[in-house]
């Protein structure tokens, strides 16, 4: 089955203590992204990647780091986590390297919270 | 900067409506356009799209046209069911800037 698969779904940690989201997808999809979603907000771009090797900022990226070694794993870290980063987490991937045309592919969410 | 633009929500209905959610948006060049949903506890499914002026999206009974000369892509369906229920998402892409941009979500609720 075509997926996109994050883990853990749901994660409560201590502020400071690294953690590190994990996403894969079998789509063989060259696009990849994270969001957080957060109430009133919608949804927003922290990174996406283009294809391996390469990624790129997206419009919160404070507080996140991320790595594509692979086309098919696309890990978001979470260096120090503080309270304003509990959210709900999607991983996202797409056909096109440039992101457009085709839509997204969803992960089913990573509910984080930090204490 | 690129924008969506939702109603606000919540949309309660009941079963056999007709049911219209509104989507502006603002872009530069020409954008594609997707609606999503997000069914309680799941990620977001994409349910339609459009990626030119005047193309119709359509699935599951759901439709919507790219109207540039609006900029709208309004969310339409003629008769909701209660499994209907869930958060709608308006969004635009861009060529070129590997960004999406996604409205702040619609509520929907259908009462049987």
């Known amino acids: 089955e075509a997926q996109v698969t994050q883990n853990p779904r749901y994660l409560i940690t201590v502020t400071g203590k690294k953690l590190t989201v994990t996403c894969s997808q079998n789509m063989n999809h060259e696009y990849m992204s994270w969001y957080r979603q957060d109430p009133g907000l919608g949804l927003r771009q922290i990174y996406y990647s283009m294809n391996v090797e390469v990624t790129d900022k997206g419009d919160v990226p404070e507080g996140y780091k991320v790595s594509r070694k692979e086309k098919r794993n696309f890990p978001l870290i979470l260096e120090s986590p503080s309270p304003n980063q509990t959210s709900l987490y999607f991983c996202?991937?797409?056909?096109?390297?440039?992101?457009?045309?085709?839509?997204?592919?969803f992960g089913s969410g990573t509910r984080l919270t930090v204490v | 900067g690129n924008s969506v633009t939702q109603m606000e929500g919540p949309v309660t209905l009941s079963e056999e409506a007709f049911l219209t959610i509104n989507c502006t948006y603002t872009a530069t060049g020409y954008p594609s356009l997707f609606w999503y949903v997000q069914y309680p506890g799941e990620g977001l499914q994409l349910l339609l799209k459009?990626?030119?002026?005047?193309d119709k999206g359509s699935n599951k009974g759901f439709e919507a046209t790219y109207r540039k000369e609006t900029t709208s892509f309004h969310l339409e369906k003629g008769s909701v069911q209660v499994s209907d229920s869930a958060v709608y998402f308006c969004?635009?892409?861009?060529?070129?800037?590997?960004?999406?941009?996604f409205g702040t979500g619609t509520r929907l609720k259908v009462l049987a």
């Open positions: 459009a990626t030119k002026a005047d």
């Open positions: 996202a991937s797409s056909r096109s390297s440039s992101g457009t045309d085709y839509g997204y592919t």
């Open positions: 969004a635009l892409s861009t060529s070129g800037t590997y960004k999406y941009i």
